[in-house]
């Protein structure tokens, strides 16, 4: 469905920028994020005049009282807010992830999604709603929305599956692996596909969360999503360094004295904890993590600390933006999911890309 | 630079890198059936013989990167496979052959890959790391470089580069597979003359090298493999007659001395199987 670049188009442009420039780069991204995140709060069924919406958000911030008016501190505060932050910060988890499964597997045409975590997620979250968990008094009086967490458990367990069964295939060589997440992510969909058939009531939620998007998403969502964010995040800063020596492959970074294996299974590890996250929070959106990390290649070069910072910032923009229109581009309300909005602006754009480089080479 | 040119004695194994009795392979194919060779300071030790002799394979088993399946490798007196990871990589630099690669790192980044074994996991690399590497940059003649992505380099270049890197790792041991294969002879001149330098500096350069008379101008020694074993080895001087390598390749050479420097250099007379 996604076009996949091929792998000749995928040697980096000689464009390496010297660290003064990378630096005002990375500083633009996130200046251009935090305004993002801001500016999308003005976008709406409901409308809201920018200045107000500024005092609201000045309010949250500054923390001075305002005495504006409680629909729109609803709206903008509530709602608007961190819906924003939350497809920010899943933009960017998605990019930099992207990046380092396309670092350790060695291979351009891997994404976040590569090892079947998605596919975890998705039958996670279809037997939850399959079983109706939704409504279950006694988790909705906790205040818990049983389908993220059960997305997020199905990710976690589908990428362990996806490490024993490569573990007892000859190591983790990165064929195995790869191997070893296309056969959990056929037979998880194989299960998928036998729920929908056996719950006749219950094929319309799946089909939805499976679409991927931020509707109704807030605070709650939040909250489940930051903690493995971050300590991905921090696994993946931890060994950014190492990735550049595994991208010359597992010999060499042994011969530089690096664990090979294991310093792998850990970014592993850190990018699947940011990609079981973003899908139980947000479906699966794809593009995000094969494009973005595509596209910073082409500017920055491979080096994989700017490479996964401007992926991560890139990336929260992208999703913020797509957000925006997925939430606006309907009249009356209606929403498109995030993940079509993703798909459909990124295909063609990556062609345009493609085509560009080519007709660049000829 | 200080590690290096400290002088050993003659007893001492600090510097040398030994394999006794190695014995190595891959499932179902055995590449080395006993190979005993040693390496000591401030020598350029050959390693010769026809393709698949295991050449590439005993320098991966003294790089303490393939395991074999008897046989003891040891550097500074210890065995390489009790030492850890980084702890070798102090010990031993290697150059690999040219290597394929999808993303390039920028060069200076590679360089600096060599001190990797040198700079702890959290900080990362400091100051004097990126001061050691810009040096081996310039000794290895790839500081122009620096800001090219290596996958956009020419084998020669890209050779230069992972020199640079070895020489970043102030290993007192380096390992060559082919140092200079797909260059042209004034760069390989060049890069032999810096290996010999190393050598002088109290490094042990083992080179796997297919170019018999460029081994013959700079190899303290030489070891010539084949099927697995070593086929002759001794000083240069000594082994490399018209009656080994002919026993080695199948072919019979004529020798000529070099007109400066009086070293046997073999030339080639085609059709000559034959003659045998």
Redesign the interface.
């Known amino acids: 469905m996604t076009p996949r670049p091929m792998?000749s188009a995928?040697?980096?442009a000689?464009a390496?920028t010297?660290r003064p420039a990378l630096f005002a780069v990375l500083a633009g991204l996130a200046a251009l994020g935090l305004a993002s995140v801001f500016l999308a709060c003005l976008f709406g069924p409901a409308r809201v005049p920018a200045l107000a919406a500024a005092r609201v958000l000045g309010g949250v911030f500054g923390g001075g009282a305002s005495g504006a008016d409680p629909t729109l501190v609803t709206v903008v505060r509530d709602i608007r807010l961190p819906r924003a932050a939350l497809s920010w910060l899943v933009g960017a988890a998605l990019g930099l992830s992207g990046g380092v499964y396309?670092?350790i597997l060695?291979?351009?045409l891997a994404d976040p999604f590569t090892l079947g975590v998605s596919t975890g997620a998705a039958f996670g979250a279809s037997l939850a709603i399959f079983l109706g968990l939704s409504s279950v008094p006694w988790l909705t009086a906790l205040g818990l929305d049983p389908v993220p967490l059960a997305a997020l458990a199905g990710a976690m367990a589908a990428l362990a599956a996806v490490i024993a069964l490569a573990g007892t295939g000859g190591g983790t060589r990165r064929e195995t692996l790869v191997l070893a997440g296309i056969v959990t992510a056929t037979f998880l969909s194989a299960l998928i596909s036998l729920l929908k058939s056996l719950g006749e009531e219950s094929v319309a939620g799946i089909v939805y969360w499976l679409m991927g998007g931020f509707a109704g998403r807030g605070f709650g969502h939040l909250a489940l999503f930051l903690p493995y964010f971050l300590v991905g995040l921090a696994i993946i800063a931890?060994y950014s360094?190492?990735l550049?020596?595994l991208?010359?492959?597992e010999?060499?970074a042994?011969?530089?004295?690096?664990?090979a294996a294991r310093v792998r299974l850990y970014l592993l590890i850190g990018a699947s904890l940011l990609a079981a996250a973003s899908v139980a929070v947000a479906g699966v959106i794809g593009f995000v993590g094969l494009i973005v990390p595509h596209l910073v290649?082409l500017v920055l070069?491979?080096?994989?600390r700017p490479l996964l910072a401007a992926s991560a910032l890139l990336g929260g923009i992208l999703l913020v933006w797509s957000d925006v229109l997925a939430r606006t581009v309907l009249p009356h309300g209606a929403e498109l999911p995030a993940g079509v909005v993703t798909a459909l602006l990124g295909g063609p754009f990556f062609c345009l890309l493609l085509r560009g480089r080519a007709m660049g080479r000829a | 630079m200080t590690r290096m040119t400290r002088m050993t004695g003659t007893t001492d194994t600090t510097g040398t890198i030994e394999a006794v009795d190695i014995v190595a392979g891959y499932p179902g194919r055995e590449v080395l059936r006993g190979v005993s060779l040693a390496a000591r300071p401030g020598e350029m030790l050959g390693l010769l013989g026809p393709n698949g002799a295991g050449k590439s394979t005993l320098l991966?088993v003294l790089?303490g990167?393939h395991k074999p399946r008897s046989g003891t490798v040891r550097v500074d007196g210890q065995d390489v496979f009790a030492l850890g990871?980084?702890?070798?990589?102090?010990r031993?630099?290697?150059v690999?052959q040219r290597?394929e690669?999808?993303?390039?790192?920028?060069v200076a980044?590679?360089a600096l890959?060599?001190r990797?074994?040198h700079a702890p996991?959290?900080s990362?690399?400091g100051p004097q790391d990126e001061e050691i590497a810009a040096d081996a940059l310039r000794e290895a003649g790839a500081a122009h470089l620096a800001?090219?992505?290596l996958?956009?380099l020419s084998g020669g270049e890209q050779k230069r580069v992972f020199i640079a890197?070895a020489l970043a790792?102030r290993a007192r041991v380096m390992l060559l597979d082919e140092a200079s294969s797909g260059l042209d002879p004034a760069r390989a001149i060049e890069i032999h003359d810096l290996l010999r330098r190393k050598c002088r500096q109290g490094a042990a350069v083992v080179i796997a090298i297919h170019d018999l008379n460029l081994a013959a101008l700079y190899c303290d020694r030489m070891v010539f493999l084949k099927d697995g074993r070593v086929a002759a080895q001794g000083a240069t001087a000594e082994v490399f007659s018209k009656e080994v390598i002919a026993g080695i390749y199948e072919t019979t050479p004529e020798l000529v001395r070099h007109p400066r420097l009086g070293i046997a250099q073999a030339l080639f007379v085609p059709g000559a199987d034959g003659d045998r």
């Not at chain 1, 042994?254 to 664990?259: A, E, H, K, P, T």
């Not at chain 1, 070069?301 to 994989?304: I, R």
């Not at chain 2, 990871?85 to 102090?90: F, G, I, L, P, V």
């Open positions: 792998t995928d040697r980096p000689c390496h010297g396309q670092g060695r291979n351009p931890r360094r190492e550049d020596i991208a010359l492959g010999t060499q042994r011969m530089l004295g690096v664990r290649r070069g491979s080096e994989h | 991966h790089a990167i990871d980084r702890e070798r990589a102090r031993i630099a290697v690999p290597i690669i999808p993303f390039g790192p920028r980044t590679v890959m060599g990797y074994a996991g959290f990362g690399y800001d090219r992505a996958s956009e890197r790792q």
